[in-house]
RNA sequence: GGGGGCGUAGCUCAGUUGGUUAGAGCGCUGCCCUGUCACGGCAGAGGUCGCGGGUUCGAGUCCCGUCGCUCCCGCCA
């Protein structure tokens, strides 16, 4: 027989009955009646009870275990007595007899119990994250992370995608995130930094013409995390494509993307068709570009029925100001003071000086609520056509410089949508987001800058790009870029792009941005001369692995779908990451301290 | 860097307008228990109430500061 087991926790039946067994796992649970003694015993694959009685020359150490000590079992496999089955366990039917027990690894009191599903603190469970995983529903996530992972690779591979390696060590990205340095020995003062993103590696790979490249890429980024975004590092599923178009990138991602949520979703449909939306359409009718499209709410437009109206408010607002409009968030079910009193008082909780309102109940149908009174039953019952309204619903109204409302009317979307039910939650409600911006504004310095990432083409002709004059800034700050995002219920999943694979228009594009060509060359000088020796039109995407797998796995942060996650303040508490190199270290490294003062 | 929430036994939490000796469940120790699967019963140990200061006759409770965790804003092309 062997050393430790003959069969594993979830493997014996009742066509094992009688068979001379040898089980090794951890006690997951025991109930001592004294003279019968039951242990669960747990390992990777389920559950077996064991049992013992003072028969059992095994007896006397059986009452000494305690929770998780790692103990082998030898017995003999018998059917449960009539009555005493467990229809909830697959070994429910059968019991292991204990004849022998040999204690392999012995367990100190518990900080955190595995056996039940209470919660506990972030802290103790990172601290003690190997028990934290012995847990079902963590070891079940992780289990399912690796599924999805292996479930996307040959969904890319047969896709005609191949799998490529980048380095860890690279030099650092000037735009974007704050870059985690590595600092040189053997060239003092010099640093290496962790990459971003593989974003310049993959486009080398697309010159250097491997045509279809995907990874699942370590990402490293010293920013604070939230939480869906973790601390340190992260997963993507690197991709990029050469020869292609927007549309051959989507045709390429989303049955990749669909194929593995219908996988692993369990019940819950999934988008049969991403459909594209704009991204200036999705401000105007979700307040976000990530918008949750399971919450069936659109905003509309309705300035034109306030404008010149009896509420003073808007009406002085929309004439003090032509970039001034008012949005109507339609609120279906909530006709009735109460709620619409609630949203109010939200309002004022999130900084607002309210939140406008309508409502049409029996006996009212043109409108109740001091608004309607204001503007008068006309505008009132135009607004409720123009919005599909009826008696029971009611509507909320968001009045200023669209620029700066978005950020609560999103929000109140969402929240008017979640405490109406009006979201449907058992489903994953998938979307593109097109037309990104290429430029934006930058108010502090007054200046034109790059509203996404550099790289991306301007969705315009080449020659028409090229000839556009500094001057013309409205046109400018009109350009869209050939860039898109994945969302899906609300959550950012990735963003790619078209990339801007001619030289010459890159420096244009960075002309634009304030930007000369010597900054150009000391930035991205790299880059730059492999678009100037052949490059192919090429595009791609990243969807972030870590957020795919948590939205399968249903749950709301990313620490419970990383088997070592590091805290909100990056530290890993189980192997005390980071810590203090010794003097000689640094000395090789050419590094003085120089610490804050406190 | 900023804002909100939390911090009481090993763990999860309760603790009334500030008032006698700070409680419960799980876990731990001991005893009883031959069909449990959240086994049951009896007894017991375990607390600088995060830390420092203040108000008060009296502070777990109120105030100030500080530290830690967490969520959010900034940040994350």
């Not at 097109?434 to 930058?442: A, K, L, Q, R």
């Not at 898109?484 to 694979?501: F, P």
């Amino acid at each position: 027989m062997h050393r430790y087991r003959s069969h594993t926790c979830g493997a014996l039946r009742e066509g094992d009955i009688g068979k001379d067994v040898r089980v090794a796992g951890w006690c997951h649970r025991i109930r001592d009646h004294g003279g019968l003694l039951f242990i669960d015993l747990r390992d990777h694959y389920g559950l077996t009870q064991c049992v013992a009685d003072p028969d059992s020359p095994a007896f006397k150490l059986a009452e000494k275990l305690r929770a998780e000590w790692v103990v082998k079992i030898d017995g003999k496999l018998r059917k449960r007595p009539a009555g005493t089955e467990n229809p909830e366990l697959p070994t429910g039917l059968v019991e292991v007899f204990i004849s022998e027990i040999e204690v392999l690894g012995a367990a100190a009191e518990l900080p955190l119990p595995v056996f039940g599903d209470q919660e506990y603190p972030e802290e103790t469970r990172l601290q003690y994250r190997f028990l934290d995983l012995r847990r079902e529903r963590l070891h079940a996530n992780i289990m399912n992370r690796g599924a999805i992972i292996d479930s996307i690779r040959r969904r890319m591979k047969d896709g005609g995608f191949f799998e490529f390696q980048t380095p860890i060590l690279t030099a650092s990205s000037p735009e974007g995130a704050r870059d985690y340095l590595v600092p040189s020995r053997i060239h003092p003062g010099k640093f290496y930094a962790l990459p971003q993103a593989p974003q310049q590696f993959k486009q080398l790979i697309m010159v250097a013409g491997f045509d279809r490249y995907f990874q699942i890429a370590p990402c490293f980024r010293d920013e604070d995390a939230r939480a869906d975004r973790s601390p340190g590092e992260f997963y993507q599923l690197d991709i990029e494509m050469s020869f292609v178009t927007q549309q051959d990138v989507f045709d390429a991602v989303e049955p990749v993307m669909r194929g593995v949520f219908e996988e692993f979703s369990g019940d819950k449909p999934v988008t049969k068709k991403f459909p594209m939306i704009p991204y200036a359409d999705a401000l105007r009718k979700y307040g976000t570009d990530k918008p949750d499209l399971r919450n069936p709410i659109e905003m509309a437009n309705v300035t034109e029925s306030f404008r010149g109206s009896g509420f003073k408010i808007f009406a002085n607002m929309i004439v003090g100001d032509p970039k001034v409009e008012v949005w109507a968030i339609p609120a279906r079910k909530g006709g009735n003071r109460a709620f619409c009193d609630r949203m109010n008082s939200w309002a004022q909780g999130e900084g607002q000086p309210g939140l406008g309102y309508i409502f049409w109940r029996e006996g009212e149908e043109g409108g109740a609520g001091p608004l309607a009174k204001n503007i008068g039953p006309e505008r009132t019952t135009a607004i409720r056509d123009r919005l599909k309204l009826a008696v029971g619903d009611a509507c909320f109204f968001v009045a200023g410089l669209p620029k700066q409302f978005v950020k609560f009317a999103g929000p109140a979307r969402t929240k008017i949508g979640e405490e109406l039910g009006l979201v449907q939650k058992d489903r994953f409600d998938f979307c593109w987001i097109v037309d990104f911006p290429m430029y934006e504004w930058n108010e502090e310095d007054k200046k034109i800058d790059f509203s996404h990432n550099p790289f991306s083409m301007p969705n315009l002709p080449v020659e028409e790009f090229l000839a556009l004059d500094a001057s013309d800034q409205d046109k400018i700050l009109g350009l869209k870029a050939i860039q898109y995002d994945i969302v899906c219920n609300g959550v950012e999943l990735s963003s790619g792009a078209i990339r801007n694979h001619r030289p010459e228009v890159m420096k244009k594009a960075f002309a634009i941005a304030g930007y000369g060509e010597d900054v150009l060359e000391k930035k991205f000088g790299g880059m730059l001369r492999a678009l100037q020796y052949g490059a192919p039109p090429h595009g791609g995407i990243a969807p972030g692995i870590d957020r795919i797998v948590m939205l399968l796995c249903g749950e709301e942060n990313l620490r419970e779908v990383v088997l070592f996650p590091m805290n909100q303040r990056a530290e890993d508490l189980l192997m005390g990451a980071p810590s203090e190199a010794t003097p000689k270290q640094l000395r090789e490294l050419h590094i003085r301290l120089n610490l804050p003062q406190k």
